[in-house]
């Protein structure tokens, strides 16, 4: 059963009437890219078959009423809020990403009423693959669709105004420093792409993305080391980035040139070079990346994802102990290239591998984890699916298959 049905048929078990429609937006890969988008720089995500779905009803009282059903079918229900009394602080715990972006939606003139959400997802929690944003998304698709603003239809918001309402949400409300990949992706990509895009011009490319096709596989590793951005020190090195740049005399740190970078590390403080090294680098990483994909030559582009996460766990420190063994048993196993996803401390890593070695690197993986007594990694292939949208009955259907894959 796909999550916009799960979403629908709970919205009428629980609140006794239908819907008026349902949204629903996925989790997402980032291919290699990371940390580079709130430094103006370039991204190369995708999204994940795995989605988060909204049914939702008007109601004319005011308030925003939102239920989340877990993945056993229980429901848990927020205390209802006034949509026109919500600022930030007002709301707290998991019911502030959903309030968060009615409360962008009416900073933006919007006219946002009261609504019943009903929330169904299988986007993995806490495994760096934008669960939020993907809910935060679909509510805001929801939200957008009962008042009268379906997207992509003439005169709506566009997408990428949206996963700018959707970053106000997340930076001013709930209160996490993130960046525009994770809303972006989810808002903006397609199925079999991955999505090139430049941050600052908000230029952006589908890039064709088939690993079957070149007899690979893109396999995510869930460590299950859960993380938190809001709680994290992902706030110190965005800071830091702003800092190293605002030295160096740039706007951002997409400014510096590999190039550039000798001089750049002489003129920074030593706590700040690592973190300008990997920014640079990384964006230099991706475009070689997408170069390669024009040129057909994905299984060339291993030892970028793999520099990726050096650069990471050496510059930026954001790795951790799980993410490294993930990495380093895929590669030892035969993956062509493996990193960290997400904003790290935990989360997601993924590896390109080719398929007649996949078993091997998945047991190979399993058994790493095992030998440390780490909780036992989640493993799944993934492909680019389709982006944030209303659905239709059977519209994702398809999607299950492309996660058992």
């Known amino acids: 059963m796909s999550q916009a049905r799960r979403a629908a048929e709970s919205f009428t078990a629980e609140l006794g009437r239908a819907p008026l429609g349902v949204w629903s937006a996925p989790g997402r890969v980032n291919l290699i890219g990371e940390h580079t988008d709130y430094n103006d720089g370039f991204v190369l995500p995708f999204a994940l078959p795995h989605r988060i779905a909204v049914a939702a009803a008007p109601r004319p009282d005011g308030l925003l009423a939102v239920t989340t059903i877990s993945d056993n079918g229980k429901a848990q229900r927020a205390e209802p809020v006034a949509v026109a009394d919500l600022e930030p602080g007002s709301v707290t715990g998991w019911p502030a990403y959903p309030s968060g972006v009615a409360w962008a939606l009416r900073r933006q003139g919007l006219d946002i009423g009261g609504a019943d959400l009903v929330i169904a997802g299988d986007v993995p929690a806490g495994a760096g693959l934008s669960s939020s944003h993907a809910l935060e998304c679909a509510v805001a698709l929801a939200l ?23 970053q106000h949400s997340e930076n001013d409300f709930v209160g996490a420093p993130t960046g525009l ?6 808002l903006c990509c397609t199925r079999g792409n991955v999505l090139f ?13 088939d690993a079957a096709a070149k007899d690979l596989a ?33 706007p951002a740190l997409r400014d510096v040139t590999v190039d550039d970078l000798p ?14 090294r990997h920014v640079v680098t990384e964006n230099a990483r991706v475009l070689e990346t997408v170069a390669l994909l024009r040129a057909g030559k994905m299984a060339e582009i291993g030892p970028l994802l793999t520099g990726s996460h050096e650069s990471l766990r050496d510059d930026y420190r954001v790795s951790c102990a799980e993410l490294d063994v993930a990495v380093d048993a895929a590669l030892a196993a035969g993956a062509l290239g493996a990193r960290m996803v997400g904003g790290g401390f935990g989360g997601s890593a993924i590896a390109l591998v080719p398929t007649e070695i996949l078993r091997d690197v ?32 059977g519209e994702h259907e398809t999607d299950q298959n492309d996660k058992n894959a």
């Open 263 to 276: 001089s750049a590390l002489r003129r920074l403080p030593e706590e700040l070079g690592p973190l300008a």
């Open 181 to 186: 990949l994770d809303q972006t992706a989810s």
């Open 197 to 209: 895009l430049d941050v600052r011009s908000g230029e952006s490319e589908q890039v064709p993305f």
């Open 218 to 250: 893109v396999l995510v590793i869930d460590t299950r080391a859960n993380h938190s951005l809001a709680d994290s020190a992902y706030g110190d090195r965005r800071r830091g980035c702003e800092r190293a740049a605002e030295l160096l005399g740039v």
């Open 362 to 393: 998945r047991q190979a993986v399993t058994a790493a984890f095992a030998e440390r007594s780490f909780t036992q990694p989640r493993l799944f292939v993934a492909v680019p699916a389709a982006g944030a949208g209303r659905d239709h009955a």
């Open 144 to 166: 957008l669709g009962l008042a009268g603003h379906e997207l992509d239809a003439d005169g709506a918001p566009t997408r990428a105004e949206i996963a700018k309402w959707v």
